[in-house]
DNA sequence: TTGTAAGCGTTATCAT
DNA sequence: ATGATAACGCTTACAA
């Protein structure tokens, strides 16, 4: 009933008191040795990692060390809805490398959280999974409820491009101002007929020409202050919305506006770079040349994978210094420094997709 | 310097603890109230809950208990490079989209992990963070270091179309019939000349026709086996390997099997969809009809993104399926139960992009 | 149904 | 440079 059968002993795995007491040091020195925070003599160093090794102990255990220390190591990130729709978006994904990296000088991981209405029972939560802070990105309708879990916690948060709340440290983008340079562009070119393509509206995400109502109503952030930007010097656009950011959408949405010959815009300005390439294909479809007979904005500034050879006129965000800094500001929070909100600011790219429009009615295919 | 300056009670938050002694109960109980593991009468835990409320304790902390139970919730996945790279392929997506979804059901996040050869000083490694299991995606060259880190610390893994250890359950795919499979259907329709785009051969991303040496040395394992699959059929076929799975890559590739007009395959193979996508890119752009002229076969079955209204004839690799694999066989041995490599099938599906080849030579622009 | 008590494995502090 | 000691906040046998 003793020794073999119970084999506690045996099973269990080595910890630093056992590391010690067979090095012949305290645990305290051990741990140091492990750490590196206070100088240890080479040849106890040497001692200790030698035992170590010879009892196969691999360093002190994360899960005690969290909680002695009060820091895991760990940032959340919570996104809307499943990752394949969140990681669709080149602008998510270039974020979410810039997260990282800016966390990876904290030492921090990055832990991917779903913010789906529908989530599966037991999922992890934000109340259940250790993390020092978190990121929330784009302004999910759980946001506000996500924000009270993470404060009754006292767990440091940051938002990008959402609606926080008071005193959480915002990454914001100059949306509007953006999208009026490139208006301004199309204005300095000489175009008079210039349509939109926009994000969707809201989460019905409805597709297709959009009356003066809809517009009005417009929830998502993004969208409409992208949209209003370009209103300052085109009130008049007609304004097709899309069922969300990609090329295929884009397509969609292009054909829509390109539909009658008669009253076709000589330029498309497109809330993103995907739906713009979309635009362009759309165009191309029909026999347009771009951007001869019709110029095309983008916004984001990304990779477009299936552009071809176009280089998209288009504003450029800086999605990874976007993300970069919600880790930095996490950062600071965890310092206990106050931080505070950002607005970045996006760049003005000219491209091979707009030019002047050609006079009189662009040749009709 | 007592009292306020110090002010240590009033900062400090209140513990299950303090809830506990506050609300009359031992912290067992207390504990029981939020964990609901064992009954509770009603009056009990409605006081605990009310006491909890007002002490602002918004539930056990998540560090302490991970060290309690030896479980943190948290899973970590290995992603080759940068995770832009990684999620520019729908394919890992949509693995990733499963990996969450298998461990959700256990109630583990997943942390996301990189695998760069250049990994930035203090970021968080396999032995930093508190993790319950590991899964490894792909052939990272620091995939058995990273298995060995693992293994040391008693940490179980899984590894997803990568080259496992001893002992390591693998997630794999069918490459190589699947690749015959589609061989096989170009053959049906009576396809003699078949050339095949492929993923990269290895870490140097080389592009362009390539050598019987260089195919012999190829080194990514997915590579070789669908093409493999390919030259069961068709062993005389050219090999053209793209420098990515990505569009513009397929388009680069299609465009040197396409160029001289006298030896024009009638089908080209793609390693991906999205390859393939390119590839009909490629074909259109000079004047091909897909699948009049050329037939094209991609692989994955994916949604691609910017294929208009082309159905590509493709197998579908379950690919959010063998992330729920992963998911799921991590909890079975967290669970301590033995787990077995399974092997996924891949589905053909038959779209609108091959046809039986036009007799003679193929229209000419 | 509730309470008692014993850790989980580490690290910070303060002596020595 | 090293050691003793006290937490960190929680969970779970087991006892009552």
């Known amino acids: ?192 007929r210039v349509d939109v393509v926009t994000l969707p509206f809201d989460a019905s995400r409805l597709r297709g020409l959009a009356s003066p109502e809809r517009i009005a109503a417009i929830t998502v952030d993004v969208t409409r202050k992208r949209l209003d930007g370009v209103r300052e010097e085109y009130p008049d656009a007609r304004v097709v919305s899309a069922g969300g950011s990609s090329i295929d959408e884009g397509m969609i949405a292009g054909r829509t506006l390109l539909e009658q010959a008669e009253d076709r815009p000589t330029a498309i300005m497109a809330q993103s770079d995907l739906l713009a390439a979309g635009v362009i294909r759309a165009a191309e479809e029909r026999g347009l040349r771009v951007p001869e007979d019709l110029s095309v904005t983008g916004f984001d500034g990304v990779v477009v994978d299936g552009l071809g050879d176009h280089v998209l006129t288009t504003v450029v965000q800086p999605a990874v210094g976007k993300g970069r800094a919600a880790g930095a500001a996490v950062a600071r929070l965890l310092a206990g420094e106050q931080v505070e909100s950002i607005v970045f600011t996006c760049r003005f790219r000219e491209g091979t997709t707009t030019c002047a429009p050609s006079h009189g009615r662009a040749s009709a295919p």
Chains 1, 2 share one sequence.
């Not at 190591?73 to 919570?78: E, F, L, M, Q, T």
């Not at 809805?81 to 921090?108: E, Y």
Request: proline share 5%; charged share 20%.
């Open 1 to 192: 009933m003793t020794g073999m059968s119970q084999g506690r002993d045996a099973a269990r795995r080595a910890t630093i008191a056992d590391v010690a007491q067979a090095a012949g040091v305290s645990p305290s020195t051990a741990s140091v040795v492990f750490s590196g925070k206070a100088p240890v003599a080479d040849s106890t160093r040497e001692r200790v990692l030698a035992v170590a090794a010879e009892l196969g102990y691999a360093g002190p255990d994360p899960r005690a060390a969290s909680l002695r220390r009060g820091r895991s190591g760990i940032v959340a990130v919570v996104l809307e809805g499943h990752l394949r729709t969140a990681f669709l978006d080149p602008v998510t994904t270039a974020m979410m490398d810039g997260v990282t990296d800016g966390l990876a000088g904290l030492g921090a991981g990055v832990l991917l959280l779903r913010d789906d209405t529908d989530a599966v029972a037991g999922a992890p939560t934000l109340a259940s999974v250790p993390v020092d802070a978190v990121v929330l990105i784009g302004c999910s309708g759980r946001l506000h409820e996500d924000l009270d879990a993470v404060r009754a916690r006292g767990v440091p948060a940051v938002v990008i491009e959402g609606d926080a709340g008071e005193g959480v440290p915002r990454i914001d983008l100059d949306n509007r101002e953006a999208a009026a340079q490139l208006a301004r562009h199309l204005r300095g070119l000489g175009h008079e």
